[in-house]
């Protein structure tokens, strides 16, 4: 049975009690989140200038449009006033700052009509988070920017909440893809030749759950959620911003939604940061979660816009 809950105004435990157990929530925009989107909109808006950057990809070639988008993406997540709007969102949701840790947020466009579907407007395959390391405990909050149709929202296929899929994450290790996957991400304009860790088997993607809200709504969600991008067909871009959270119960029990399927190696834990002050979990809880060797470069993601200057380089070479 899978329920989504809408404005629901259960207190935090419940809520994750709920999540980890499959339901999804679903809230309306407020000011706390309408906040965090008109942050994003005129960060969006001076990198288009005249543009509409929901159709602006229809009046550039693709180089052009990665040029722009690329380093949006890491300048969203150094922005000084970005951290401080999540925290504000997640004092909102009544999350206890102290025992919440949240990643940086991103920034994630996806365009229409296969006009760029690979490095930085990567459309994700079906997958779990729980595939790419992150903890069973991870919940994911997904806000779109503007509005949104049915064809450019994200799929659930909670079918498989219980259900095992035949995957490749028991090749995937966090540490590894820090330190080559995701730096090269603007260089995959026409294909993406990361290794991603992709279900193995046929997914039967009906029935699905798509969640249209307001811009500014939060769509909130277990990790362990099988989930895809909808490939878009709305005829315009779309932008949206997820974080995601872990709290430090589950954390340092090592619980939260069962798993069924992620065989990954290493940990995203060390990229979460405390919801009051920004500190970094304690080492010895996340290193529970090691297991086979540390790889010391990868351990911590680390967005660099220099990198990402450098890589503008190569883009519109
Ligand atoms: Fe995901």
């Known amino acids: 049975m899978h329920t989504v809950y809408v404005d629901s105004a259960v207190n935090d435990q419940v809520r994750r009690e709920r999540l980890y157990n499959g339901q999804i929530f679903v809230f ?3 000011p706390s989140t309408i906040a965090l989107i008109q942050h994003a909109r005129k960060m969006i808006a001076a990198a288009f200038g005249n543009l509409d950057p929901r159709d602006a990809q229809f009046h550039m070639s693709v180089e052009e449009y990665v040029s722009i988008v690329a380093p949006l993406k890491p300048q969203f997540i150094h922005h000084p006033e970005t951290k401080g709007l999540i925290q504000d969102i997640l004092r909102d949701f ?3 700052l102290e025992k919440t840790y949240l990643d940086v947020p991103r920034l994630r466009m996806v365009t229409s009509d296969g006009y760029l579907t690979s490095g930085v407007g990567y459309a994700h ?3 779990r988070d729980t595939w790419y390391s992150a903890p069973m405990c991870q919940l994911n909050w ?3 920017i503007y509005e949104i149709e049915t064809e450019c929202s994200m799929a659930f296929h909670p079918r498989y909440w219980n259900q095992a899929v035949k995957n490749e994450s028991s090749s995937f290790n966090y540490y590894e893809w820090n330190k080559s996957g995701r730096k090269s991400a603007a260089q995959h304009i026409k294909s993406d030749t990361r290794k991603q860790p992709h279900a193995v088997e046929e997914i039967e993607l009906d029935p699905q759950i798509r969640v249209v809200c307001p811009a500014g709504g939060i769509v909130l969600f277990s990790g362990a959620q099988l989930h895809s991008t909808v ?14 959270t872990v709290h ?5 029990s090592m619980s939260g939604a069962p798993n069924v399927d992620s065989e990954p190696t290493g940990t995203s834990l060390r990229d979460f940061m405390r919801g009051s002050d920004l500190c970094r979990l304690p080492e010895e809880i996340v290193r529970q979660y090691d297991q086979g060797s ?3 470069e990868g351990l911590i993601f680390k967005p660099d816009l220099g990198d990402v200057e450098k890589r503008q380089v190569s883009v519109v070479s």
């Open 125 to 127: 395959h079906p997958h």
């Open 231 to 244: 490939p878009n067909t709305s005829g315009f871009s779309r932008y949206s911003i997820d974080f995601r």
């Open 28 to 30: 309306t925009p407020r």
């Open 248 to 252: 430090l119960d589950e954390v340092t």
């Open 142 to 144: 997904w806000l779109p």
């Open 94 to 96: 009544s999350c206890d």
């Open 294 to 296: 540390l790889v010391e």
